[in-house]
C-alpha cells in the first residue's frame, strides 16, 4: 500500500476491563504445595459472574461509539456464549443502534478481532469490531492466571486518525493449543515448540510483509501492538523482526492478562495513547495464522486514553477461592436457595428484550419519563393510555434513592446489592448494583450503568442481559 | 355517595391455630382447626355458613389452587367460596371481601379464612420465584429483608437520623415483640432475647440483622361475621364490629416515579386516612395496634405513616417505650409476625384475632386494661410496590 494509499483507517477504540484484578501471587500462594501455575507477577482481570465475552465488548464498545454510530457491526470472540444467538446482533441492540446495519459474529481463533479489523478498513462504511473474552480454563493450568478477561472494540471510518498504510496475512492451520466444543478449555501443548516455530514461522514473516506492503523498516515501528502466543515471547519476536519499539501488548499481558480475541484491539487502544502524531504503530494478531497491520498516526484516536486509564481502575483481590468461583473452576454448593427457576419464555423476550438489552425507557406526552414504558403513564395526572417516545437510559446519569446489601438472596458473589435508581431525566428504577468496591453503596451514591448478564439458567444454557447500576467512578489500583 | 361499613358487620367467632414449623400438620388440619375454634365461638351451626374467602398467597407449594382446597377441607356444601390473593395482606383481603358480602346483604353468615403452609419448601423464608416473564427480565431478586431494608438508608436519609439510634430503635421493636411473644401460648417463637444479642446478630440485609426480620411459619386463622342484628339475635349483646377496612394498592408511582423518597409507604399512609374516615376517629383515639412487622424498619416506619408518631420521630418514641405492652399504644401485644409467625395469608386474620381477644378481655397475661378500638395493618409487597390494608375494629356500643 504505502504511506500515501492508505485512505480508511481508525476514528475511535475503546478498551474494557472488569473491575477485579487477582494479584497473581494469591494464585500462586494457593497452588504451591502443588506446583502448578504460572507467572506469579502482575494482576489478572477477572470477569465479575455476570460478565461475559459480550457485555464486556458492549463496555468497550460504548467508549468507541460515542462520536460514531456504525453501520456495521462485527462481534469477534473465542468464547461467546451462544451457539445460535447472533451476539452482533444483540451488540447492535445494547447499543441501540438501528437495526438496519450490518451484522456478523467472527470466531474460530484468537486472531479474529484483527482479521475483522483489516476487513473492515480494506471494506467500507463505518464499522465496530468489537471483542471480547471471558475463556474458560482449568485452574492449576498456567492459562489460568496467564489470560485474562476483557473487551475492546475500534470503529473504522473513510478518514480515521490513525490510517491503514500497510498490511499481511498468513493463513496456517497452526495448534499451539488445543480447544475444541468436545474440550473447551485449553490444552497446553509444549512451550518450546511454540516459542521456536510461531515466531520463526508465522509472526516474523507476516510482520516482514507487512513493513514491506508499507515500505517502511522496522526502525520507523514507533508502537507496536504484537500478540504473543505465549508470556515471554516479545524478546524473540522482536530480535527475529528487528522491531525495538514498546511492545503494549506485553504490557497488556502483565497488568490484565491475554484477553485473548479482545487482546489486539486493547494493545493498539493503548499504543494509539502513547502515539503522537506522525507515528506508525503495527499491529499484529496471531491464530492460524497472522494478521499484521500498519498505521500511520494521523491524530489523536478517541477512547484510547480510557483504555489506558482502565489498566488501573480496578480492584486488587487475593482470595484465590472466590477467583475460582468466578472463573467456574470450582461449583460451590450454593444451597437450595441457588436452584430457583430461571427460564426466559422465548415469547416475552421477543416483546420485550430489545427495551431490555438497550435500556429503553419511555417519555410520555407531558415530558415525564419512565422505565419500562407503560400503555398509561405512571405519571400521576396521566388520565389514559398515550403514546411513549423511546428514551435510552444507559448514558444518564443517576443516583441511589435506597439501597442493601442483601445476604439472604442467592448471587454467586455475595452480597446481593440491589434498590431504587432516580436518573437525572426523571426516570427511576428498581436495579440490581454491581462492581462494589470496598465501600459499597450508600443512598445519593453517583452511578453509572453497565450492561450485566440479568439472569443465568445454567440448566438450559441461557442467559438474559439487562443494565446494573455500578459506581459512577472506580478505585484507583494501589499495589 | 359511599358511607362505609362502620358498625355494618359484626365478628362473632374466631379461631386462630398454633403458628410456627409445623412439621405435622398439613394445610387442611390447619384450616380445620381455626375454622372449629371460630365456629365453637359463634356458636352457630355449619350448616348456616352461606359463603366463605380463603386467603392464600403462595399456591405454588401450599394449598393449592381456587376455593377448592377450603370447600373440601371444611366440607362446604356447594355454597360460594373463593380464594383471595394479595400478596402479604391477603389475610385481611379474606376478611374485606366476607365483610362485604354481609354489609351488602348478600348473605346472613360468611366466614374469612386465611392459611399458609410455608414449611415445606426446605429453607427459611419465603418460596422464590418461577416465572420467567416480563418482570423477570429487569426486576431485581431481591429477598424480602432486602426489599425492606432499603427503607433504612432512605429513613435516616431524609430525617438525618443516626444509623445506630435507628439500629437501637429497631433492636427495641424485636425486643418488645419477643417479650409479648413469651406470653403467647399460640406463638412462633417465646422465648424472650435481650438488646445485645439482637444488637449483634448476623446480617442479613443491611442494616437489618437476624432478629429484625420475622421468619416464616405454618398457621391459620379464621373469622366468622354476620349483622350486628342477627349478632344479637344469637345473643352478642355488644358484638365486636367492623368500624372500617380500607386497602390501598401501588400504581407505580414510589418505584416509577421521581417524588418518593423511599423513607415511608404511601399506601400505609392512605389506608390508615381512609379507614379513619370511616371509622370517625382519628389515630389517638386508638387502644391498640397490630401491626405489619415484617421487619423492624417496617414497624418503626408505620408508626409515622399510622400518625402515631410525628414523621421522623418514631425512633424516640419507641425507645420511650411508648409502643410497649405497658406504653401509650401498645402495639403487637401478640408477639406480631416477628414472633407470632408469619403464614402469610393468615397473618391479617390473625392480627384480627388478637385484637378481637383484647376487645372481648380474652387476651390473658398480655390483657391490656382498656380497649376501645384496635387497628390492624397487614402490608403485602415490598415498600417500593406495596399493598396495605387497614382495619379498626371495636365494640358495637
Known amino acids: 500500500m504505502g504511506q500515501d494509499t492508505g485512505k480508511r483507517g481508525i476514528a475511535s477504540v475503546g478498551g474494557y476491563l472488569p473491575l477485579l484484578r487477582l494479584d497473581r501471587s494469591a494464585a500462586s500462594k494457593g497452588l504451591q504445595f502443588s506446583g502448578l501455575g504460572g507467572r506469579n507477577a502482575g494482576y489478572r482481570t477477572t470477569a465479575g459472574w455476570d460478565e461475559d465475552a459480550l457485555t464486556m465488548a458492549a463496555e468497550a464498545s460504548r467508549h468507541a461509539t460515542s462520536t460514531v454510530a456504525p453501520t456495521r457491526i462485527c462481534f469477534a470472540s473465542t468464547s461467546s456464549p451462544f451457539i445460535e444467538r447472533g451476539h452482533a446482533s444483540m451488540l447492535l441492540e445494547a447499543l441501540a443502534l438501528p437495526a438496519n446495519a450490518r451484522t456478523i459474529d467472527v470466531s474460530g481463533n484468537r486472531r479474529c478481532a484483527v482479521s475483522a479489523l483489516l476487513d473492515a478498513l480494506l471494506g467500507q462504511g463505518d464499522t465496530l469490531i468489537a471483542s471480547g473474552e471471558k475463556r474458560p480454563v482449568r485452574a492449576g493450568s498456567a492459562f489460568h492466571t496467564a489470560w485474562g478477561d476483557g473487551g475492546s472494540a475500534a470503529v473504522v471510518t473513510d478518514d480515521g486518525s490513525a490510517a491503514l498504510i500497510g498490511y499481511a496475512s498468513l493463513a496456517r492451520d497452526y495448534v499451539d493449543l488445543y480447544s475444541s466444543r468436545e474440550h473447551p478449555t485449553p490444552y497446553a501443548y509444549e512451550e518450546r515448540f511454540v516459542k521456536e516455530t510461531a515466531t520463526r514461522d508465522v509472526i516474523a514473516p507476516t510482520i516482514k510483509a507487512a513493513l514491506a506492503d508499507a515500505g517502511v523498516t522496522s526502525a520507523d515501528i514507533a508502537h507496536a501492538a504484537i500478540c504473543e502466543p505465549l508470556p515471554g515471547m516479545w524478546r524473540d519476536i522482536s530480535k527475529a523482526t528487528g522491531i525495538t519499539a514498546p511492545n503494549h501488548a506485553s504490557d497488556l499481558s502483565a497488568a490484565a492478562g491475554d484477553l485473548g480475541a479482545a487482546h489486539p484491539l486493547f494493545a493498539l487502544a493503548l499504543a494509539l495513547d502513547a502515539a503522537q502524531p506522525g507515528d506508525i504503530i503495527l499491529l499484529a494478531g496471531f491464530g492460524s495464522g497472522c494478521d499484521t497491520l500498519i498505521f500511520k498516526v494521523i491524530g489523536a484516536v478517541a477512547g484510547a486514553a480510557k483504555a489506558r486509564a482502565a489498566l488501573t481502575q480496578g480492584l486488587i483481590f487475593a482470595d484465590y477461592v472466590r477467583f475460582l468461583s468466578l472463573t467456574g473452576t470450582i461449583d460451590l454448593d450454593w444451597g437450595i436457595r441457588s436452584e430457583f427457576e430461571q427460564k426466559t419464555q422465548a415469547t416475552v423476550l421477543e416483546r420485550y428484550g430489545r427495551d431490555m438489552i438497550g435500556f429503553i425507557g419511555g417519555r410520555d406526552t407531558r415530558g415525564n419519563v419512565q422505565f419500562p414504558k407503560s400503555r398509561i403513564p405512571v405519571r400521576p395526572d396521566a388520565d389514559g393510555p398515550e403514546p411513549m417516545e423511546d428514551m435510552r437510559l444507559a448514558d444518564v446519569p443517576a443516583k441511589l434513592v435506597s439501597v442493601t446489601a442483601d445476604r439472604l438472596n442467592f448471587t454467586p458473589d455475595p452480597p446481593f446489592w440491589f434498590g431504587l435508581v432516580q436518573f437525572e431525566n426523571g426516570a427511576r428504577v428498581m436495579m440490581e448494583f454491581t462492581d462494589a468496591d470496598a465501600d459499597g453503596f450508600k443512598v445519593g451514591d453517583s452511578v453509572a450503568m453497565r450492561l450485566r448478564i440479568k439472569s443465568h439458567d445454567k440448566r438450559r444454557g441461557f442467559r438474559t442481559y439487562f443494565w446494573k447500576a455500578a459506581p459512577a467512578l472506580r478505585p484507583i489500583m494501589e499495589a | ?397
Open chain 2, 1 to 397: 355517595m359511599a358511607s362505609g361499613i362502620k358498625d355494618r358487620v359484626a365478628i362473632i367467632g374466631m379461631g386462630c391455630t398454633v403458628f410456627g414449623e409445623l412439621w405435622d400438620k398439613g394445610p387442611e388440619d390447619l384450616i380445620v382447626e381455626a375454622f372449629e375454634e371460630a365456629l365453637a365461638d359463634a356458636g352457630i351451626a355449619r350448616g348456616q355458613i352461606n359463603a366463605a374467602w380463603v386467603g392464600n398467597a403462595l399456591d405454588d407449594i401450599n394449598i393449592g389452587n381456587s376455593a377448592l382446597p377450603l370447600a373440601h377441607a371444611l366440607r362446604l356444601k356447594s355454597i360460594p367460596v373463593s380464594r383471595v390473593e394479595n400478596m402479604c395482606a391477603t389475610g385481611t383481603e379474606a376478611l374485606r371481601a366476607a365483610t362485604y358480602a354481609i354489609a351488602a346483604g348478600a348473605v346472613d353468615f360468611a366466614v374469612a379464612l386465611g392459611v399458609e403452609k410455608l414449611k415445606d419448601t426446605g429453607y427459611g423464608g419465603l418460596p422464590l420465584r418461577t416465572k420467567g416473564l416480563a418482570n423477570d427480565l429487569w426486576m431485581p431478586y431481591g429477598s424480602a429483608p432486602g426489599t425492606f431494608a432499603q427503607l433504612a438508608g432512605a429513613y435516616t436519609a431524609r430525617h438525618g437520623a443516626s444509623s445506630e439510634d435507628l439500629k437501637r430503635a429497631m433492636a427495641h421493636v424485636s425486643w418488645k415483640s419477643h417479650r409479648n411473644g413469651a406470653l403467647n401460648a399460640k406463638a412462633h417463637l417465646r422465648k424472650a432475647v435481650d438488646m445485645e444479642t439482637i444488637l449483634n446478630a448476623p446480617m442479613i440485609a443491611n442494616p437489618l440483622g437476624l432478629f429484625d426480620c420475622c421468619g416464616v411459619s405454618d398457621g391459620a386463622a379464621c373469622a366468622i361475621v354476620t349483622t350486628p342484628e342477627i349478632a344479637k339475635g344469637l345473643g352478642i349483646a355488644n358484638p365486636v364490629t367492623v368500624k372500617a377496612i380500607q386497602l390501598s394498592a401501588s400504581h407505580g408511582w414510589e418505584a416509577s416515579y421521581h417524588e418518593w423518597d423511599g423513607s415511608s409507604i404511601r399506601n400505609t399512609q392512605e389506608a390508615a386516612k381512609r379507614a379513619y374516615a370511616e371509622a370517625g376517629i382519628s389515630a389517638h383515639d386508638l387502644s391498640m395496634t397490630e401491626v405489619h412487622d415484617c421487619f423492624s424498619i417496617t414497624e418503626l416506619v408505620t408508626m409515622e405513616d399510622l400518625g402515631l408518631s410525628a414523621e421522623g420521630s418514631a425512633i424516640f418514641d419507641i425507645l420511650d417505650g411508648r409502643y410497649d405492652n405497658n406504653g401509650a399504644m401498645p402495639c403487637q401485644t401478640d408477639g406480631g409476625l416477628k414472633c407470632f409467625g408469619h403464614p402469610v395469608g393468615a397473618s391479617g386474620l390473625r392480627m384480627a384475632y388478637e385484637v378481637y381477644s383484647q376487645l372481648l378481655g380474652r387476651a390473658g397475661d398480655r390483657q391490656l386494661a382498656n380497649v376501645d378500638f384496635g387497628l390492624t395493618h397487614n402490608l403485602g409487597g415490598q415498600p417500593a410496590n406495596s399493598v396495605a390494608a387497614v382495619s379498626i375494629l371495636g365494640r358495637l356500643n
